[in-house]
């Protein structure tokens, strides 16, 4: 097996020696192998806005600087979001029922009386009420960790947190709750991209299956009181009660996948990233009162989703490139975010920057992450926890990477506490 | 050099000497006032520097344009006095304001 020195090496040379218009960041080996930040280097300094071409979906722009991406992502009336022109993935699924009717992937008026129908749920006052549950828990989750022996820590801490959190959101039956991962993996998955994944056909019987089951909560709850979770919400909210069984299944997925691969990603990403930065670790464990900013920093540093893809309703200019009407555009978050233009020293996981909440990891604009500060509340309450119990957490071998373009994250972080 | 007075969420006053011209957003992020965060920098993209400015000084700050609207669509704690803070510009008529600030930002 090569050393992670020389396959970075061997990227890096790769990425500044090919012909620019030859470069596809959308290929799912890079993010499999962690080389993608080479490619978007090259790219921010030779050809912030791209044309490339990617064997499955298709020409595509890039855009790589922050500001760019910042002037994309406010101009939705130009940059739809919306699922009848493919909505915000770079694969163009059919037409049929595989094209998933999210509001993230409408535009307004609709989008935006749709996502008002759940939004309440992470108001203020609503994350207030849900802190001590979320400590609960993660107290419990971490004090049941083996010690002096490797385990995965995406399994048994970053899967387990999140999605008893999302289980509460929904009133999801909390033994059933591996089926929300079990959904979220296989919604974001894509055979053409990773061969383990499950076929078209298969994806699109288990999301039915995920369908039926939540209808058999949405017939319970329609019928009740309104209640506090996200599906009495749907089926209760004049915006939402009368969806297609189509767009509840669209929403589901969305709600799915949005709370649950991102912060799981984070989750992990974090705990690699404070290992591999020592001397930022060692300042966490200092001054404790670091850690909003360091749980933003983790945000940024992880960028658990590495792009949103829009489509250009009319011919525009950016970055002195033509974007021509219908043309399909790739905002990489994960590139934003390591922009030294936009963020001093922004190659550099500091726990400690300034301004650290200015990263793109939750998109801005009216489609910007709802459930944002919810994550935050999770993260932090898991680095308060893991402070007052473990001094060390040893990452024992390289993390097992997602292969995708889209879900930034991993399978595996093989860790051991010490007894 | 506009006196700008913010009210928290639990009635705490923080009142702070601002530039003239500068935004709203700016003289609370400037001063360290807590519950402003304004993770786009003042772009008018994120929703998280979101105010109240009532009555009489809501009649001194200009009208919102069309897209601090669409972002003030974000946030569950909205109501008619609702603003962006980086779209209101400290002009010289605004010496004094009370600026209140919501539960907590989007």
């Not at chain 1, 490797?150 to 387990?160: G, L, P, Q």
């Not at chain 1, 509340?377 to 373009?405: C, D, N, T």
């Amino acid at each position: 097996m090569l050393s992670q020195n020389h396959i970075q090496s061997a990227a890096r040379d790769h990425a500044f020696s090919m012909p620019i218009e030859e470069i596809d960041p959308a290929n799912p080996d890079y993010f499999q192998h962690d080389t993608i930040g080479h490619y978007f280097e090259r790219l921010r300094r030779d050809a912030p806005v791209h044309h490339g071409h990617n064997p499955v979906f298709g020409n595509y722009w890039s855009v790589t600087r922050f500001q760019d991406i910042m002037a994309v992502d406010t101009n939705h009336a130009v940059f739809s979001s919306d699922w009848t022109h493919g909505g915000i993935t770079l694969l163009d699924e059919p037409m049929e029922e595989a094209r998933l009717q999210m509001f993230i992937a409408m535009d307004p008026p609709k989008h935006d009386v749709q996502r008002k129908a759940v939004s309440g749920i992470v108001a203020p006052g609503n994350l207030a009420n849900m802190q001590s549950l979320i400590r609960e828990r993660t107290c419990r989750v971490l004090d049941s960790l083996p010690r002096g022996e490797t385990f995965n820590w995406v399994d048994k801490v970053s899967i387990e947190l999140t999605t008893l959190m999302l289980a509460t959101l929904f009133d999801f039956p909390l033994e059933d709750r591996r089926l929300l991962t079990h959904w979220s993996n296989v919604a974001t998955s894509n055979k053409a991209v990773d061969p383990r994944a499950p076929s078209p056909e298969e994806r699109l019987a288990e999301l039915h299956n995920m369908l039926a089951y939540f209808t058999r909560l949405w017939n319970e709850r329609v019928n009740a009181e309104p209640g506090h979770d996200l599906v009495s919400m749907l089926a209760h909210n004049p915006a939402t009660r009368n969806m297609t069984p189509r767009e509840y299944m669209g929403n589901l997925v969305l709600l799915i996948v949005g709370g649950n691969d991102t912060t799981r990603n984070s989750m992990t990403g974090g705990l690699l990233a404070l290992s591999q930065n020592p001397a930022e670790w060692a300042k966490f464990r200092a001054d404790p009162g670091l850690i909003d900013n360091m749980v933003s920093e983790i945000i940024r540093w992880q960028t658990p989703l590495s792009y949103m893809r829009r489509t250009a309703v009319q011919d525009i200019e950016l970055g002195g490139k033509t974007i021509r009407k219908g043309d399909k555009v790739a905002m990489w978050y994960l590139s934003g975010n390591r922009d030294e233009d936009a963020i001093p020293n922004a190659n550099q996981f500091l726990i400690d920057r300034p301004r650290a909440r200015q990263h793109l990891s939750f998109g801005f604009g009216i489609h910007r992450c709802v459930g944002n500060r919810l994550a935050e509340m999770q993260l932090k309450i898991l680095w308060e926890e893991i402070h007052k119990r473990f001094p060390v957490i040893e990452v024992v071998g390289e993390p097992v990477r997602v292969r995708s373009a889209f879900v930034h994250g991993y399978t595996e972080l093989p860790v051991r506490i010490p007894a | 050099m506009p006196i700008v007075n913010f009210i928290s969420f639990n009635g705490q006053r923080h009142t702070v000497t601002a530039s003239e011209n500068q935004v709203l957003m700016q003289a609370a992020v400037d001063n360290g006032v807590p519950g402003i965060d304004a993770d786009c920098g003042g772009q008018c993209a994120c929703a998280t520097c979101h105010v109240y400015i009532e009555s009489p000084w809501a009649a001194a700050v200009p009208r919102m344009d069309e897209r601090e609207d669409e972002m003030l669509g974000l946030t569950n704690e909205r109501r008619d006095s609702s603003r962006l803070a980086c779209q209101v510009v400290l002009t010289p008529e605004l010496d004094g304001i009370e600026v209140h600030l919501p539960e907590g930002q989007h």
